[in-house]
C-alpha cells in the first residue's frame, strides 16, 4: 500500500484500488460472520455508521483531529458491539439475523430522533479545517 503511489499515478487508478480494498475489507467481515461463525448478520452497518457518527460529533462539536475521531469511533463502536454481541450471539437462524437488524434500525432511529445530538435526517457538513497540519485536507481525490 505505500508503494502504491510510485507505481500508480493515475489518481482514478487509485481511487478504484482504495475501493476495491474497502470492499475486501467488508467481504473479509462477512465471512468471518458468515462463513465461520455461520451466522447472517445485517447489522454490519449500524457499527459502520455509529463510528462515524463519533468521529463526525468530535470533529465539529470539539475540534478533535479526524485521525483521533477514526480511532475513537472504532473504539465506540467495538464497545457498542460487546453487551449487543453478548445478547445476539445467543440466538441461532433467523433469530440472529432478526436481532442483528433490529439493531441497526434502532440505531438509526436514534440517530434520527436526536437532532441536537445527531443532526437527524438532514446530517451535517464538516467543516473546512484549512491547513491545520494532519487534518484531511487534500486538493486531489487521491490521499496521496
Partial sequence: MLALPQIVTSSFAIDILIRILLFSFI????????GYAKQLSLGHAAYFGLGAYTST???VNYGISPWIGMIAGGVVAMLASLPIGWLCFRLRGPYFTIATIATAQVLML?????RDFAWGAEGTT???????????????????
Fill in 27 to 34: 467481504g473479509v467481515a462477512w465471512n468471518l460472520m458468515g
Fill in 57 to 59: 460529533i468530535m470533529q
Fill in 110 to 114: 436514534i440517530f434520527l430522533k436526536f
Fill in 126 to 144: 464538516i467543516p473546512n479545517l484549512g491547513s491545520a497540519p494532519l487534518m484531511m485536507q487534500f486538493e486531489e481525490k487521491s490521499s496521496y
